[in-house]
């Protein structure tokens, strides 16, 4: 399977809270629900599509359970987003979850790096990534991403957990595929390549 991460940034690089406000989640963090109201149709058609085309998912522990108290709990199979994720195997990443109450949910609670080699080299389509941003950058930074989507959201949120912390790892990326919505959202698709090149002079 090839191992996608797909993620909603700002401008600003925040992922933290797109999608709404979680007080339980992220205590004092009052900036949530950035990303919603820009999402057209077309835009949403485009994350509609993605879900759909999805193998399996992996997540981290923390996104995994946001997802499975929300989409996990809804019935309404028409939604495509609803119907990938209680229909499609899901994978998380934790060494404190034991009893997952989401169907179809395995979780990879031994040596992380062999237990995802191991989904990669199973065969079919993409093994999905949605959010899960501290998960994303452990992929990252041991090359096992191999598809980086970012939906690039026109705002500046000026706070919150960013994609890339002020220090980390350095990654090369190849853009294979750019867009833009028609309220503005930027879709970036990225191969990462290894890492960069520097200038000597």
């Known amino acids: 399977?090839?191992?996608?991460?797909?993620?909603?940034?700002?401008?600003d690089g925040v992922v933290q809270g797109n999608g709404g406000k979680h007080p339980s989640l992220d205590p004092g963090?009052?900036?949530?629900?950035w990303a919603r109201p820009l999402f057209d149709r077309d835009a949403m058609n485009y994350v509609d599509s993605v879900y759909s085309d999805a193998e399996a998912f992996l997540f981290g522990r923390?996104?995994?359970e946001?997802?499975?108290?929300?989409?996990?709990?809804?019935?309404?199979m028409q939604s495509p987003i609803v119907a990938?994720?209680?229909?499609?195997?899901?994978?998380?990443?934790?060494?404190?979850?034991?009893?997952p109450e989401w169907v179809e949910t395995t979780v990879l609670s031994g040596y992380l790096m062999d237990s995802i080699q191991e989904l990669k080299a199973k065969p079919g389509g993409d093994l999905q990534v949605h959010g899960s941003v501290t998960l994303v950058r452990w992929l990252l930074e041991y090359d096992?991403?191999?598809e980086l989507r970012l939906l690039v959201c026109p705002v500046v949120v000026g706070g919150g957990?960013?994609?890339?912390?002020?220090?980390?790892?350095?990654?090369a990326l190849d853009l294979i595929d750019s867009r833009t919505f028609p309220e503005g959202i930027a879709l970036h698709v990225y191969h990462p390549t290894g890492r960069p090149q520097y200038a000597t002079t």
């Open 62 to 64: 923390r996104t995994y």
């Open 1 to 11: 399977m090839k191992l996608t991460a797909n993620l909603q940034v700002s401008v």
């Open 29 to 33: 963090f009052d900036r949530g629900g």
């Open 161 to 171: 957990t960013r994609l890339f912390p002020h220090y980390g790892v350095d990654v």
């Open 84 to 99: 990938a994720l209680n229909s499609k195997p899901k994978y998380v990443a934790s060494r404190t979850l034991t009893r």
């Open 66 to 76: 946001l997802f499975a108290g929300y989409w996990g709990v809804r019935s309404d």
């Open 144 to 146: 096992l991403v191999d």
